[in-house]
C-alpha cells in the first residue's frame, strides 16, 4: 500500500493537508483510517484509469470466455444470431 494514511480521528489541519496532497498531480492515495471501515481518497483521473482497466479486464475475460465456449462446440453461426435478434428485437440488416 502506497501513499499517506491519515486517521479520520485527525485534526481538521491535518485532513485538510491530506486532501489537497492528494489533489496535486500525481500524488498517491491519501488512506483514511477509523472507527469505520478504511477509505481510499484518489484523484478523479486516477479513479477513471482504474475503471478503465477493469472494464478492459473484463472485456478480455468475457473475450477468453467466449472462445473456450466455441473451442467446445458451444457457439452458433453469427447469421443465426443475428436472426433471432431481428425477431426477438425488430432489427433489420443495412441494406
Known amino acids: 500500500m502506497t501513499g499517506q494514511i491519515v486517521s479520520t480521528n485527525a485534526e481538521p489541519e491535518i485532513l485538510r493537508h491530506a486532501f489537497k496532497q492528494v489533489a ?3 500524488a498517491p492515495p491519501l488512506h483514511l483510517t477509523g472507527e469505520s471501515e478504511p477509505l481510499v481518497v484518489l484523484r478523479e483521473s486516477s479513479y477513471q484509469k482504474l ?13 477468453e470466455e467466449g472462445l473456450a465456449e466455441l473451442d467446445a462446440g458451444q457457439g452458433r453461426p453469427l447469421a443465426e444470431a443475428f436472426a433471432e435478434w431481428d425477431a426477438k428485437f425488430g432489427f433489420k440488416e443495412a441494406a
Open 24 to 26: 496535486l498531480a500525481g
Open 51 to 63: 475503471l478503465d482497466e477493469l472494464e478492459f479486464a473484463d472485456s478480455c475475460q468475457a473475450i
